[in-house]
Protein backbone atom coordinates (compact mmCIF):
# COMPACT_ATOMS: atom_id res chain seq x y z
CA UNK A 1 0.00 0.00 0.00
CA UNK A 2 1.16 3.47 -0.55
CA UNK A 3 -0.20 6.77 0.62
CA UNK A 4 0.85 10.91 -1.34
CA UNK A 5 0.14 14.23 -0.86
CA UNK A 6 0.71 17.21 -3.40
CA UNK A 7 0.63 20.52 -2.61
CA UNK A 8 0.26 24.10 -4.62
CA UNK A 9 0.97 26.94 -2.98
CA UNK A 10 1.68 30.37 -3.68
CA UNK A 11 3.95 30.68 -0.82
CA UNK A 12 6.66 27.46 0.36
CA UNK A 13 4.91 24.30 -0.24
CA UNK A 14 7.69 21.86 1.82
CA UNK A 15 6.26 22.33 5.19
CA UNK A 16 3.01 21.29 4.42
CA UNK A 17 4.32 19.00 2.28
CA UNK A 18 6.69 17.29 4.82
CA UNK A 19 3.70 16.95 7.69
CA UNK A 20 0.95 16.30 4.61
CA UNK A 21 3.39 13.12 3.75
CA UNK A 22 4.13 11.97 7.18
CA UNK A 23 0.32 11.89 8.34
CA UNK A 24 0.61 8.55 5.70
CA UNK A 25 3.02 7.11 7.48
CA UNK A 26 0.65 4.15 8.82
CA UNK A 27 0.21 3.60 5.14
CA UNK A 28 3.70 2.68 4.22
CA UNK A 29 6.65 0.56 6.05
CA UNK A 30 9.37 1.11 3.40
CA UNK A 31 10.53 4.23 1.81
CA UNK A 32 9.65 8.17 1.69
CA UNK A 33 9.91 10.42 -0.82
CA UNK A 34 9.06 13.86 -1.51
CA UNK A 35 9.89 16.59 -4.55
CA UNK A 36 9.59 20.27 -4.89
CA UNK A 37 9.61 22.98 -7.75
CA UNK A 38 10.30 26.16 -7.41
CA UNK A 39 12.99 29.45 -8.37
CA UNK A 40 15.65 26.48 -8.69
CA UNK A 41 13.82 23.76 -10.10
CA UNK A 42 13.14 20.26 -9.00
CA UNK A 43 14.56 18.95 -5.76
CA UNK A 44 13.93 15.33 -4.70
CA UNK A 45 14.92 13.23 -1.49
CA UNK A 46 14.07 9.55 -0.79
CA UNK A 47 14.69 7.65 2.46
CA UNK A 48 14.44 4.17 3.49
CA UNK A 49 12.10 4.36 6.60
CA UNK A 50 12.01 0.75 7.61
CA UNK A 51 13.67 1.64 10.87
CA UNK A 52 13.56 5.41 11.22
CA UNK A 53 10.19 7.37 10.89
CA UNK A 54 9.70 9.76 7.73
CA UNK A 55 9.71 12.76 10.24
CA UNK A 56 13.12 11.57 11.59
CA UNK A 57 14.42 10.99 8.26
CA UNK A 58 13.19 14.30 6.06
CA UNK A 59 13.47 17.25 9.09
CA UNK A 60 16.47 18.07 7.13
CA UNK A 61 15.20 17.78 3.74
CA UNK A 62 12.21 20.03 4.61
CA UNK A 63 14.79 22.91 5.78
CA UNK A 64 16.90 22.41 2.18
CA UNK A 65 13.97 22.11 -0.24
CA UNK A 66 11.99 24.97 -1.14
CA UNK A 67 9.50 25.42 -3.63
CA UNK A 68 5.87 26.52 -4.34
CA UNK A 69 4.59 23.11 -6.21
CA UNK A 70 5.60 19.34 -4.83
CA UNK A 71 4.17 15.63 -4.32
CA UNK A 72 5.20 13.09 -1.65
CA UNK A 73 4.70 9.32 -1.08
CA UNK A 74 4.95 6.82 1.70
CA UNK A 75 5.61 3.45 0.24
CA UNK A 76 5.74 -0.39 0.97
CA UNK A 77 7.19 -1.26 -2.17
CA UNK A 78 8.89 0.91 -4.88
CA UNK A 79 11.23 4.03 -3.95
CA UNK A 80 8.71 6.92 -5.14
CA UNK A 81 8.25 9.60 -6.70
CA UNK A 82 10.11 9.13 -9.97
CA UNK A 83 11.86 12.38 -11.43
CA UNK A 84 11.78 11.76 -14.89
CA UNK A 85 12.72 14.01 -18.38
CA UNK A 86 11.08 13.34 -21.71
CA UNK A 87 9.94 15.07 -24.61
CA UNK A 88 6.96 15.63 -22.04
CA UNK A 89 9.38 18.41 -20.15
CA UNK A 90 10.28 17.08 -16.55
CA UNK A 91 7.85 16.04 -14.01
CA UNK A 92 7.47 13.83 -11.23
CA UNK A 93 5.28 10.97 -10.48
CA UNK A 94 4.03 9.23 -7.38
CA UNK A 95 1.32 6.88 -7.66
CA UNK A 96 -0.51 4.40 -5.62
CA UNK A 97 -1.22 0.98 -7.77
CA UNK A 98 -1.15 -2.50 -8.41
CA UNK A 99 -0.31 -3.44 -11.59
CA UNK A 100 -1.13 -6.97 -12.23
CA UNK A 101 0.39 -6.86 -16.52
CA UNK A 102 3.46 -5.35 -15.60
CA UNK A 103 5.72 -7.93 -17.71
CA UNK A 104 3.27 -7.37 -20.10
CA UNK A 105 3.14 -3.51 -20.27
CA UNK A 106 7.19 -4.21 -20.23
CA UNK A 107 7.31 -6.33 -23.13
CA UNK A 108 5.08 -3.33 -24.99
CA UNK A 109 7.84 -0.66 -23.97
CA UNK A 110 10.67 -2.06 -25.22
CA UNK A 111 8.63 -3.16 -28.86
CA UNK A 112 8.06 0.70 -28.99
CA UNK A 113 11.50 2.01 -28.42
CA UNK A 114 11.73 2.43 -24.93
CA UNK A 115 14.86 0.30 -24.27
CA UNK A 116 15.51 0.46 -20.16
CA UNK A 117 14.09 0.54 -16.79
CA UNK A 118 16.23 1.07 -13.67
CA UNK A 119 16.03 -2.01 -11.55
CA UNK A 120 15.65 -2.04 -7.69
CA UNK A 121 17.50 -4.54 -5.42
CA UNK A 122 14.48 -7.06 -5.82
CA UNK A 123 15.39 -7.20 -9.53
CA UNK A 124 11.97 -5.65 -10.06
CA UNK A 125 10.98 -2.76 -12.61
CA UNK A 126 9.87 0.09 -10.36
CA UNK A 127 5.75 0.06 -11.00
CA UNK A 128 5.96 4.05 -10.54
CA UNK A 129 8.46 4.39 -13.42
CA UNK A 130 6.56 2.19 -15.43
CA UNK A 131 3.44 4.47 -15.08
CA UNK A 132 5.77 7.05 -16.33
CA UNK A 133 6.79 5.68 -19.68
CA UNK A 134 3.23 5.24 -20.47
CA UNK A 135 2.66 8.80 -19.45
CA UNK A 136 5.27 9.68 -22.01
CA UNK A 137 3.46 7.32 -24.97
CA UNK A 138 1.08 10.64 -24.95
CA UNK A 139 1.15 14.01 -26.66
CA UNK A 140 0.66 15.48 -23.39
CA UNK A 141 0.69 14.52 -19.77
CA UNK A 142 -2.94 14.95 -19.16
CA UNK A 143 -3.21 12.31 -22.22
CA UNK A 144 -0.79 10.43 -20.98
CA UNK A 145 -2.40 9.92 -17.74
CA UNK A 146 -5.68 8.10 -19.35
CA UNK A 147 -3.61 6.33 -21.08
CA UNK A 148 -1.69 4.47 -18.12
CA UNK A 149 -4.73 3.85 -16.65
CA UNK A 150 -6.38 2.29 -19.39
CA UNK A 151 -3.28 -0.01 -20.04
CA UNK A 152 -3.31 -1.11 -16.24
CA UNK A 153 -4.78 -4.04 -15.08
CA UNK A 154 -5.33 -3.68 -11.35
CA UNK A 155 -5.76 -0.13 -9.81
CA UNK A 156 -3.78 3.74 -10.04
CA UNK A 157 -4.44 6.80 -8.62
CA UNK A 158 -1.52 9.01 -8.87
CA UNK A 159 -0.19 12.86 -8.18
CA UNK A 160 1.95 14.30 -11.28
CA UNK A 161 3.89 17.31 -10.07
CA UNK A 162 5.08 19.67 -13.13
CA UNK A 163 6.33 23.17 -13.71
CA UNK A 164 3.10 24.48 -14.40
CA UNK A 165 1.11 22.40 -11.53
CA UNK A 166 0.19 19.29 -10.17
CA UNK A 167 -2.01 16.89 -11.84
CA UNK A 168 -4.42 14.58 -9.27
CA UNK A 169 -5.84 11.86 -10.63
CA UNK A 170 -7.92 8.61 -9.13
CA UNK A 171 -8.51 5.35 -9.81
CA UNK A 172 -10.61 4.52 -12.93
CA UNK A 173 -13.25 2.53 -10.53
CA UNK A 174 -12.15 4.67 -7.50
CA UNK A 175 -10.65 1.82 -5.98
CA UNK A 176 -8.43 3.88 -3.27
CA UNK A 177 -9.73 7.57 -2.58
CA UNK A 178 -7.90 10.86 -3.32
CA UNK A 179 -9.32 14.31 -1.93
CA UNK A 180 -8.50 17.82 -2.36
CA UNK A 181 -8.12 20.10 0.41
CA UNK A 182 -8.18 24.03 0.15
CA UNK A 183 -6.79 27.36 2.21
CA UNK A 184 -6.23 31.00 1.56
CA UNK A 185 -3.68 30.97 -1.05
CA UNK A 186 -2.88 27.00 -2.03
CA UNK A 187 -4.67 23.86 -2.12
CA UNK A 188 -3.43 20.45 -1.40
CA UNK A 189 -4.73 16.17 -2.86
CA UNK A 190 -4.24 13.69 -0.29
CA UNK A 191 -5.00 10.33 -0.11
CA UNK A 192 -5.78 10.42 3.42
CA UNK A 193 -8.74 13.00 4.18
CA UNK A 194 -7.55 14.13 7.78
CA UNK A 195 -3.59 14.69 6.80
CA UNK A 196 -4.56 18.28 5.85
CA UNK A 197 -7.18 19.58 8.82
CA UNK A 198 -3.98 20.28 11.11
CA UNK A 199 -2.20 22.23 8.27
CA UNK A 200 -5.59 24.49 7.75
CA UNK A 201 -6.95 23.24 4.80
CA UNK A 202 -10.81 22.58 4.02
CA UNK A 203 -12.30 19.95 2.16
CA UNK A 204 -12.96 21.31 -1.68
CA UNK A 205 -14.21 18.18 -3.05
CA UNK A 206 -13.45 14.28 -3.20
CA UNK A 207 -12.07 13.22 -6.88
CA UNK A 208 -14.68 10.68 -8.05
CA UNK A 209 -14.05 7.55 -9.76
CA UNK A 210 -11.45 8.03 -12.98
CA UNK A 211 -11.74 11.90 -12.36
CA UNK A 212 -8.56 14.05 -12.89
CA UNK A 213 -7.94 17.56 -12.49
CA UNK A 214 -4.92 19.80 -12.86
CA UNK A 215 -3.91 21.72 -9.05
CA UNK A 216 -2.29 25.24 -8.86
CA UNK A 217 -2.06 27.75 -5.85
CA UNK A 218 -5.02 29.80 -8.37
CA UNK A 219 -7.19 26.93 -8.75
CA UNK A 220 -8.44 23.53 -9.73
CA UNK A 221 -9.28 23.07 -13.68
CA UNK A 222 -11.45 19.34 -13.88
CA UNK A 223 -9.22 17.70 -16.90
CA UNK A 224 -11.54 14.86 -17.16
CA UNK A 225 -15.58 14.27 -15.26
CA UNK A 226 -15.56 11.45 -13.04
CA UNK A 227 -16.98 7.96 -14.34
CA UNK A 228 -20.74 6.62 -12.52
CA UNK A 229 -19.13 3.28 -11.77
CA UNK A 230 -16.93 2.56 -8.57
CA UNK A 231 -15.43 0.20 -6.50
CA UNK A 232 -14.07 1.22 -3.74
CA UNK A 233 -11.54 -0.94 -1.35
CA UNK A 234 -13.93 -2.25 2.25
CA UNK A 235 -10.48 -2.83 3.79
CA UNK A 236 -10.10 1.00 3.49
CA UNK A 237 -12.64 1.03 6.14
CA UNK A 238 -12.05 -2.37 8.38
CA UNK A 239 -8.33 -1.69 8.33
CA UNK A 240 -6.13 0.61 6.09
CA UNK A 241 -7.56 3.64 7.06
CA UNK A 242 -6.49 5.81 9.75
CA UNK A 243 -9.38 6.13 12.43
CA UNK A 244 -10.18 9.69 11.40
CA UNK A 245 -10.22 9.38 7.59
CA UNK A 246 -13.02 9.91 5.87
CA UNK A 247 -14.26 7.72 2.66
CA UNK A 248 -17.07 8.55 0.34
CA UNK A 249 -18.70 10.88 3.11
CA UNK A 250 -18.15 7.76 5.41
CA UNK A 251 -16.29 7.74 8.52
CA UNK A 252 -13.96 5.03 9.39
CA UNK A 253 -14.43 5.08 13.01
CA UNK A 254 -17.85 5.13 13.00
CA UNK A 255 -17.78 2.39 9.96
CA UNK A 256 -16.23 0.24 12.42
CA UNK A 257 -18.45 1.43 15.60
CA UNK A 258 -21.41 -0.10 13.64
CA UNK A 259 -19.14 -2.87 12.37
CA UNK A 260 -18.59 -4.12 15.86
CA UNK A 261 -22.02 -3.89 17.02
CA UNK A 262 -23.30 -6.04 13.93
CA UNK A 263 -21.07 -8.92 15.06
CA UNK A 264 -22.24 -8.60 18.47
CA UNK A 265 -26.10 -8.82 17.51
CA UNK A 266 -25.16 -11.58 15.63
CA UNK A 267 -22.43 -13.53 18.23
CA UNK A 268 -23.45 -17.18 19.45
CA UNK A 269 -21.71 -16.74 22.44
CA UNK A 270 -23.74 -14.87 25.43
CA UNK A 271 -22.98 -11.77 26.61
CA UNK A 272 -22.85 -13.79 29.84
CA UNK A 273 -20.27 -15.97 28.80
CA UNK A 274 -17.62 -13.15 28.41
CA UNK A 275 -16.23 -10.64 30.96
CA UNK A 276 -14.56 -8.33 28.66
CA UNK A 277 -14.07 -7.49 25.03
CA UNK A 278 -10.60 -6.06 23.90
CA UNK A 279 -9.50 -5.17 20.36
CA UNK A 280 -6.26 -5.93 18.60
CA UNK A 281 -4.23 -2.90 18.19
CA UNK A 282 -4.73 -1.06 16.93
CA UNK A 283 -7.24 -1.06 13.81
CA UNK A 284 -9.06 -4.27 15.98
CA UNK A 285 -9.89 -1.51 19.11
CA UNK A 286 -12.60 0.50 17.38
CA UNK A 287 -14.87 -2.71 16.01
CA UNK A 288 -14.12 -3.73 19.70
CA UNK A 289 -15.57 -0.53 21.35
CA UNK A 290 -18.54 -0.76 18.79
CA UNK A 291 -18.85 -4.46 20.48
CA UNK A 292 -18.85 -3.70 23.82
CA UNK A 293 -21.28 -1.07 23.13
CA UNK A 294 -23.94 -3.07 21.72
CA UNK A 295 -23.44 -6.26 24.40
CA UNK A 296 -23.01 -4.07 27.27
CA UNK A 297 -19.84 -6.31 28.38
CA UNK A 298 -16.83 -3.83 29.39
CA UNK A 299 -14.26 -2.92 26.70
CA UNK A 300 -10.99 -3.89 28.02
CA UNK A 301 -7.27 -3.41 27.31
CA UNK A 302 -6.09 -6.55 28.33
CA UNK A 303 -2.50 -5.76 26.22
CA UNK A 304 -0.94 -2.31 25.33
CA UNK A 305 0.99 -2.35 22.06
CA UNK A 306 4.72 -0.74 23.16
CA UNK A 307 5.27 1.99 20.19
CA UNK A 308 8.16 4.50 21.39
CA UNK A 309 10.69 2.55 19.85
CA UNK A 310 8.06 -0.57 18.05
CA UNK A 311 6.57 1.91 15.60
CA UNK A 312 4.34 0.86 12.82
CA UNK A 313 7.11 1.99 10.45
CA UNK A 314 9.18 -0.70 11.32
CA UNK A 315 7.51 -3.75 10.37
CA UNK A 316 10.30 -6.39 7.93
CA UNK A 317 9.43 -7.90 4.97
CA UNK A 318 10.77 -11.40 6.06
CA UNK A 319 7.79 -12.78 7.27
CA UNK A 320 9.40 -14.74 10.71
CA UNK A 321 10.77 -11.31 11.07
CA UNK A 322 7.57 -9.92 11.38
CA UNK A 323 5.89 -12.51 13.36
CA UNK A 324 8.99 -11.96 16.15
CA UNK A 325 8.40 -8.11 16.30
CA UNK A 326 4.03 -8.29 16.17
CA UNK A 327 5.25 -10.16 19.25
CA UNK A 328 7.34 -7.82 20.84
CA UNK A 329 4.93 -5.20 20.40
CA UNK A 330 2.53 -6.51 22.70
CA UNK A 331 2.83 -6.02 26.37
CA UNK A 332 0.20 -8.15 28.79
CA UNK A 333 -1.98 -6.44 31.72
CA UNK A 334 -1.79 -8.85 34.13
CA UNK A 335 -5.05 -8.07 36.08
CA UNK A 336 -7.06 -7.76 32.93
CA UNK A 337 -6.56 -11.05 31.64
CA UNK A 338 -5.95 -13.59 34.39
CA UNK A 339 -9.07 -16.24 34.73
CA UNK A 340 -10.99 -13.98 32.45
CA UNK A 341 -13.40 -14.85 29.18
CA UNK A 342 -12.33 -12.36 26.66
CA UNK A 343 -14.28 -11.22 23.31
CA UNK A 344 -10.82 -10.23 21.36
CA UNK A 345 -12.06 -8.43 17.87
CA UNK A 346 -9.11 -8.53 14.81
CA UNK A 347 -10.13 -6.56 11.80
CA UNK A 348 -9.36 -9.54 9.59
CA UNK A 349 -7.16 -13.24 9.67
CA UNK A 350 -5.02 -13.65 6.25
CA UNK A 351 -2.18 -15.94 7.18
CA UNK A 352 -3.70 -16.44 11.08
CA UNK A 353 -0.33 -16.53 12.24
CA UNK A 354 -0.21 -13.64 14.27
CA UNK A 355 -3.18 -13.81 15.54
CA UNK A 356 -2.45 -17.69 16.98
CA UNK A 357 0.51 -16.39 18.46
CA UNK A 358 -1.61 -13.75 20.18
CA UNK A 359 -3.95 -16.19 21.50
CA UNK A 360 -1.49 -18.32 22.89
CA UNK A 361 0.11 -15.19 24.25
CA UNK A 362 -3.47 -14.43 26.10
CA UNK A 363 -3.69 -18.13 27.61
CA UNK A 364 -0.33 -18.48 28.69
CA UNK A 365 -0.76 -14.96 30.68
CA UNK A 366 -3.72 -17.04 32.01
CA UNK A 367 -6.64 -15.60 30.40
CA UNK A 368 -9.83 -18.66 31.40
CA UNK A 369 -11.73 -18.31 27.37
CA UNK A 370 -10.43 -16.56 24.16
CA UNK A 371 -13.32 -16.33 21.45
CA UNK A 372 -12.31 -14.62 18.29
CA UNK A 373 -13.98 -12.17 16.26
CA UNK A 374 -13.23 -11.14 12.99
CA UNK A 375 -14.27 -7.97 11.64
CA UNK A 376 -14.41 -9.13 8.12
CA UNK A 377 -15.44 -12.40 6.32
CA UNK A 378 -12.57 -15.31 5.35
CA UNK A 379 -10.09 -13.93 3.13
CA UNK A 380 -10.06 -16.80 -0.06
CA UNK A 381 -8.89 -14.83 -2.89
CA UNK A 382 -5.75 -12.71 -3.07
CA UNK A 383 -6.05 -8.77 -3.84
CA UNK A 384 -5.57 -7.84 -7.50
CA UNK A 385 -6.54 -4.31 -6.78
CA UNK A 386 -4.42 -3.19 -3.78
CA UNK A 387 -0.96 -4.63 -2.09
CA UNK A 388 -3.39 -5.71 0.91
CA UNK A 389 -0.79 -8.22 1.80
CA UNK A 390 2.83 -9.83 0.89
CA UNK A 391 1.10 -12.76 0.46
CA UNK A 392 2.73 -14.56 -2.69
CA UNK A 393 0.06 -17.26 -3.00
CA UNK A 394 -3.62 -17.87 -2.15
CA UNK A 395 -2.14 -20.79 -0.02
CA UNK A 396 -1.04 -18.55 2.23
CA UNK A 397 -4.48 -17.64 3.42
CA UNK A 398 -5.13 -19.84 5.90
CA UNK A 399 -9.08 -20.04 4.88
CA UNK A 400 -8.13 -20.86 1.34
CA UNK A 401 -5.40 -23.57 2.37
CA UNK A 402 -8.34 -25.52 4.67
CA UNK A 403 -10.57 -25.08 1.47
CA UNK A 404 -8.01 -26.42 -0.83
CA UNK A 405 -6.71 -29.36 1.73
CA UNK A 406 -10.29 -30.57 1.17
CA UNK A 407 -11.37 -29.81 -2.19
CA UNK A 408 -8.19 -30.11 -4.22
CA UNK A 409 -8.22 -29.17 -7.53
CA UNK A 410 -12.25 -28.65 -7.49
CA UNK A 411 -11.44 -25.82 -4.82
CA UNK A 412 -12.38 -23.15 -6.88
CA UNK A 413 -15.68 -24.55 -8.12
CA UNK A 414 -16.42 -24.21 -4.38
CA UNK A 415 -15.50 -21.09 -3.07
CA UNK A 416 -18.97 -19.75 -3.92
CA UNK A 417 -20.55 -22.08 -0.66
CA UNK A 418 -17.21 -21.89 1.53
CA UNK A 419 -18.42 -17.71 0.89
CA UNK A 420 -21.45 -18.23 2.22
CA UNK A 421 -21.78 -18.39 6.06
CA UNK A 422 -25.33 -20.05 5.68
CA UNK A 423 -23.55 -23.04 4.29
CA UNK A 424 -22.47 -25.95 5.86
CA UNK A 425 -19.71 -25.76 4.08
CA UNK A 426 -18.57 -22.41 5.84
CA UNK A 427 -19.52 -23.68 9.21
CA UNK A 428 -17.32 -26.76 8.35
CA UNK A 429 -14.40 -24.43 7.51
CA UNK A 430 -14.97 -21.78 10.33
CA UNK A 431 -14.61 -24.39 12.96
CA UNK A 432 -11.52 -26.56 11.40
CA UNK A 433 -9.77 -22.77 11.41
CA UNK A 434 -10.85 -21.98 15.09
CA UNK A 435 -9.16 -25.58 15.77
CA UNK A 436 -6.51 -24.97 13.82
CA UNK A 437 -5.73 -21.89 15.16
CA UNK A 438 -6.30 -23.13 19.56
CA UNK A 439 -9.26 -20.61 19.98
CA UNK A 440 -12.28 -21.33 22.03
CA UNK A 441 -14.63 -20.09 19.35
CA UNK A 442 -14.21 -18.23 16.08
CA UNK A 443 -17.42 -15.62 14.60
CA UNK A 444 -16.10 -14.33 11.27
CA UNK A 445 -18.12 -10.86 9.93
CA UNK A 446 -20.96 -11.09 7.52
CA UNK A 447 -20.13 -9.66 3.89
CA UNK A 448 -23.74 -8.11 4.22
CA UNK A 449 -23.03 -6.98 7.37
CA UNK A 450 -19.93 -5.61 6.76
CA UNK A 451 -21.41 -3.69 3.81
CA UNK A 452 -24.38 -2.13 5.83
CA UNK A 453 -21.74 -1.14 8.26
CA UNK A 454 -20.02 0.78 5.48
CA UNK A 455 -23.75 2.25 4.55
CA UNK A 456 -22.79 2.27 0.30
CA UNK A 457 -24.71 -0.16 -1.88
CA UNK A 458 -22.51 -3.43 -2.63
CA UNK A 459 -21.95 -2.61 -5.81
CA UNK A 460 -20.02 0.52 -5.20
CA UNK A 461 -17.84 -1.38 -2.87
CA UNK A 462 -15.43 -3.98 -3.47
CA UNK A 463 -15.21 -7.19 -2.17
CA UNK A 464 -13.16 -9.87 -4.30
CA UNK A 465 -10.81 -10.96 -1.41
CA UNK A 466 -13.89 -12.13 0.21
CA UNK A 467 -15.80 -14.34 -2.48
CA UNK A 468 -13.46 -13.00 -5.69
CA UNK A 469 -16.28 -11.13 -7.27
CA UNK A 470 -14.83 -7.98 -9.09
Same mark, same amino acid.
Given at each position: ?168 ? &? ?7 ? &? ?21 ? %? ?62 ? &? ?70 ? &? ?17 RDTIKYLYNSGAEKVHVRVAS ?32 ? %? ?60
Amino acid at each position: MSGIFGVASKDNASIDLFFGIDYHSHLGTRRGGMVVYGREGFSRAIHNIENTPFRTKFEDDMESMKGHLGIGCISDYEPQPILVQSHLGTFAVATVSKINNMDELIKEAYKSGHSQFQVMSSEEVNATELVASLINQQDTIADGIRYAQEKIDGSLTLLVLTKEGVYAA &RDPLGRTPL &RIGHKEGAYCASFESFAYVNLGY %KDYKELGPGEIVFMTPDGIEQIREPGTEMRICAFLWVYYGYPNSVYEGISVEKMRYNNGASIAR &RDETTASEIDCVAGVPDSGTAHAIGYANESKVPFSRPFIKYTPTWPRSFMPTNQSVREMIARMKLVPVDDLI &RNNRIALIDDSIVRGTQLRDTIKYLYNSGAEKVHVRVASPPITFACKYLNFSRSRSVMDLIARRVIHEWEGD %KDVEKLEDYSNPDHVCYKRMVAEICKRQGFDTLQYQRLDDMISSIGLPQCKVCTYCWNGKE
